[in-house]
């Protein structure tokens, strides 16, 4: 039997820690977070659905996005023990220049539709870090307002090649202009994908104020009084559009692009050129001999061809058949820091992160941004340390292991006719 005291006031206090408490809201907010998991929690309290389903969603059954996102939890780390990683380094050169975290913010577009603060708040939290910030062609910030919000970091314009070619190599010239050091054309855009939650929201540019839309933002006052009472969205391409996204994309994007309009626009070019939204073995072939300097293995976040391949079972080969040519780089389904790792282990000189980036932004604004990065970083230094490494060059294919699911058929039969 257990004998039982009443407890006296010496043994309780050493257990008596009261915090006194943060009045701040959105600081208590932001430290609750813990995971880009929580923080897509707390964004879509406060953010209107269709703004938060732009975001969130993906082209038709949303397949691509799943799948890239269950590879990523598909792997095994092999860690190695009794490593003194009482130090541990997570930068390197990207493109011939450092950066202090293997991962970069994402181009992303409408962003200010999802927080007012918009590209301002990722080009800060991204200069503050020490890491590249990606400006799209369908941005709601002007070239030269995120050059100021960053002057002495690394930013990247994202390209879509459109119909009126003059227009598209005129912001190209203003981002050279200002100084920004790296051009990434996105190139699995000849149309835009059939984004189904859109369409059903019916998100368009600017948002329509209807009576759902009313009612959906009663809970959420504080987004829709940002709104009305900051400038009117202005993008860094156009002027005003009044339809829905994807006819605005599809009224833009040229599927006449070839290898030659990409040859043509790294001619006029002088700073280094990344190919966004590669596929297949093949194709990274094809631009490693026209001398790019990168790619990104990419399905768009799975915004564009549902049931594509995924980027990081693609990672492997096509590292193997260009990896000394040109840097590789990786998106879509990165929502962790041990993700990164993973990426990097296999081949991976960068990753750029999307989703997570809105998160934060949709969560706290600059602050919701700043939260975001801690926690890749704060994740990324643990899993390196777990694995028994102190180093970005340290990480190696041994490393990871990826488990099979999704088996293509031909490469199932070969294995079961190998075994007879």
Do not use: C
């Not at 009612?215 to 400038?231: D, G, K, S, V």
């Amino acid at each position: 039997m257990v004998d039982r005291r009443i407890p006296k006031v010496r043994d309780l206090a050493p257990l008596m820690h009261f915090k006194a408490p943060d009045l701040n809201a959105k600081r208590r907010r932001l430290e609750g977070a813990v995971t880009i998991a929580d923080l897509r929690t707390i964004a879509k309290r406060r953010t209107p659905k269709a703004a938060f389903d732009y975001t969130e969603g993906a082209a038709e059954g949303e397949i691509s996005l799943a799948r890239a996102r269950q590879a990523f939890e598909d792997i095994q780390f092999n860690p190695a023990i009794l490593r003194d990683v009482s130090t541990v380094s997570t930068g390197w050169d990207v493109l011939g220049a450092p950066v202090a975290m293997p991962f970069g913010i994402a181009p992303t577009g409408f962003t200010r539709m999802m927080q007012t603060e918009g590209e301002i708040a990722g080009a800060g939290a991204a200069a503050a870090a020490g890491i590249p910030f990606s400006l799209s062609t369908m941005g709601t910030t002007a070239i030269e307002d995120v050059k100021a919000a960053n002057p002495n970091g690394r930013n990247w314009f994202q390209l879509y090649m459109w119909k009126d070619r003059p227009r598209s190599m005129a912001l190209v010239e203003r981002a050279a202009a200002a100084g920004f050091d790296t051009l990434l054309v996105t190139v699995d855009v000849p149309v835009a994908g059939a984004r189904l939650r859109d369409k059903r929201n019916g998100f368009s540019i600017p948002p329509q104020l209807t009576a759902g839309t009313v009612i959906n933002a009663l809970p959420r006052p504080e987004w829709w009084i940002n709104f009305l009472t900051t400038e009117p969205l202005a993008f860094a391409s156009l002027d005003r559009w009044s339809g829905t996204v994807g006819e605005l994309l599809d009224s833009m994007f040229d599927p006449t692009v070839t290898f030659d309009d990409l040859a043509w626009i790294k001619a006029q070019w002088p700073g280094k050129i990344v190919v966004k939204g590669v596929q297949n073995v093949e194709d990274a072939r094809r631009l490693a001999d026209l001398g790019v300097d990168g790619i990104v293995l990419s399905n768009h976040g799975g915004r564009q061809l549902d049931r594509a391949p995924i980027p990081f079972h693609l990672l492997p080969e096509v590292v193997r058949e260009v990896g000394d040519d040109l840097e590789v780089h990786l998106d879509t389904g990165i929502m962790s820091g041990a993700d990164i790792v993973a990426a990097v282990a296999l081949g991976a000189r960068f990753t750029l992160v999307g989703r997570a980036y809105l998160y934060g932004l949709m969560a706290g604004g600059r602050e919701g941004v700043d939260r975001m990065i801690q926690i890749l970083s704060g994740e990324i230094v643990r899993t390196m340390r777990l694995l028994g490494v102190n180093s970005l060059e340290e990480l190696e294919p041994r490393h990871v292991t990826q488990l099979e699911r999704l088996v293509p058929r031909a490469r199932a039969e070969a294995a079961e006719r190998a075994e007879l």
